[in-house]
């Protein structure tokens, strides 16, 4: 290579690194609006200052009290989701009031806990991806950039959504499964490059043993399926057919980190049988089957997003298959594992209860593993191909990409204001010296509905004076 050619590669490289730094910029930065424009929605006040129905998951965090004693309540299996979302709401908004005032404090706290756990999920699966950790390297801004427009704060966000428009649900559903992503990406590093478990990995991974299997309501059922395939990966790996031979060649960290986090999953799926919640809107088990294709249809054709994702993942499989690279093999045994994941996920889904809110047992928040899954897959299968593809093909390819994710990100414009009425409804509050006042009709303040009796405000009441938004508690209604 002479001079020229040097510096050209230079100013190129350099370029697709400024490009990609100011897109990621651009991209998290608008989703931080997006967040700080969304309301509260419902489920927060009773989770922050917890009532008589949330009081008793902090009073037995363990469970062990229904079992002795066999009473029931609500959510007995995710007391650190619980703990989460009170600890960070009943503190970090008074915290924030020390640089503004308390309704943007609200807002701020909730957008900042969305935005890391987006930044969680893109780094980790960039990380996973590039095999880099370091956000300044090209490979993981190439990565990076691949897979951030396909996390949807509106846009496709029904079918698609990671971080879901309430907190409450960011808390209960996102944030576990990046946890989890957490725990388990030292676990594939191991499987699939050989890298060493380190002493910092068991730091952090032997309190999750406990923490993740209480944690969401989807962790305990994941453990255990990608931990079963994890097994049969070993097995199917190994000349071995003796199993008690295969046992003890199977690496300690099945032994130390994957036996025990799945037995605390069976124990959490155990205490889900003493949930209070919707235990008188229980449809048989044969109808929750029934009504699988249904939520598979419209989880997966409602929009464009999971089409246009799907299609890219079809062609490039096709791509990969025509090339004789051996990690592209690698790549196309990982969709096939996905795909055995996703269909004994879905399959057990049915298990885990009816929600009327739900009325198709699929939706984005219990379909959110699959499409983590395939947004991984989406992002690998694409960042192979840019690397692998020839000179002439390789435009024409990345040119293609960059139409999709344009496609991505235009869907995903929207989503100011939408706060708008909840913030008015605070301000009235926060200005108004009576004990009880109106709202207007459907302006929901911390819920998915219209307050038609001010004392069912009460104890959202009580959290927006505790907020320090009302210098005492104001009940409210919303005007018929």
């Not at 989770?47 to 062990?64: R, S």
Request: with cysteine.
């Amino acid at each position: 290579m002479n001079n020229i050619d040097f510096f050209k590669s230079l100013t190129k490289t350099r370029f697709l690194l400024i490009f990609a730094g100011i897109f990621l910029i651009g991209d998290f930065t608008f989703s931080f609006i997006q967040y700080y424009n969304t309301p509260l929605f419902g489920d927060l006040a009773g989770h922050v200052l917890p009532d008589k129905v949330i009081q008793p998951v902090f009073d037995d965090p363990f469970g062990f009290h229904l079992l002795l004693t066999g009473e029931t309540h609500s959510n007995p299996n995710r007391f650190f989701a619980h703990w989460a979302v009170a600890d960070y709401f009943q503190y970090f908004p008074l915290w924030l009031q020390k640089f503004t005032n308390p309704i943007n404090s609200v807002y701020l706290a909730s957008s900042v806990a969305k935005l890391t756990v987006q930044l969680l999920f893109v780094y980790i699966l960039a990380f996973f991806i590039s095999g880099s950790s370091n956000p300044a390297k090209k490979n993981f801004l190439i990565a990076a950039v691949i897979i951030a427009p396909l996390f949807q704060a509106y846009g496709y966000w029904s079918r698609m959504g990671i971080v879901d428009k309430s907190i409450v649900y960011t808390f209960f559903y996102a944030l576990p499964i990046v946890i989890l992503m957490m725990f388990l990406f030292p676990v594939f590093n191991r499987l699939m490059h050989g890298r060493k478990i380190t002493a910092f990995h068991y730091f952090y991974m032997v309190p999750l043993i406990v923490i993740l299997p209480l944690s969401g309501p989807l962790i305990p059922a994941v453990i255990l399926i990608v931990s079963f395939l994890i097994f049969l990966n070993l097995f199917f790996r190994s000349k071995e057919r003796n199993l008690i031979v295969f046992f003890k060649s199977v690496p300690n960290f099945f032994y130390i980190l994957l036996i025990p986090i799945n037995l605390w999953s069976l124990y959490s799926l155990f205490l889900g049988f003493y949930n209070s919640n919707y235990s008188g809107e229980m449809i048989s088990l044969a109808e929750r089957f029934s009504r699988l294709p249904e939520g598979i249809f419209s989880q997966l054709f409602h929009s464009l997003g999971f089409p246009l994702m799907l299609l890219v993942i079809g062609i490039n499989t096709w791509l990969i298959k025509r090339s004789n690279y051996h990690e592209g093999k690698e790549l196309i045994r990982i969709l096939i594992w996905i795909g055995i994941f996703a269909f004994i996920y879905i399959l057990l889904l049915p298990f885990g209860g009816y929600r009327p809110y739900r009325p198709r047992i699929i939706r984005y928040d219990t379909f959110m593993p699959v499409t983590i899954a395939l947004i991984y897959y989406f992002g690998a299968s694409t960042y192979f191909l840019i690397n692998h593809f020839k000179t002439i093909g390789k435009q024409r390819y990345v040119a293609a990409v960059l139409l999709c994710l344009l496609v991505f990100t235009i869907a995903d414009i929207k989503g100011i204001g939408r706060n708008r009425c909840e913030r008015q409804a605070l301000e009235k509050m926060a200005r108004s010296n009576d004990n009880i006042i109106p709202i207007p009709k459907d302006c929901f303040v911390l819920d998915w509905q219209n307050v038609h009796d001010y004392q069912q405000s009460d104890k959202k009441a009580e959290l927006i004076y505790y907020w320090k938004i009302t210098d005492k508690k104001i009940l409210f209604y919303n005007e018929p």
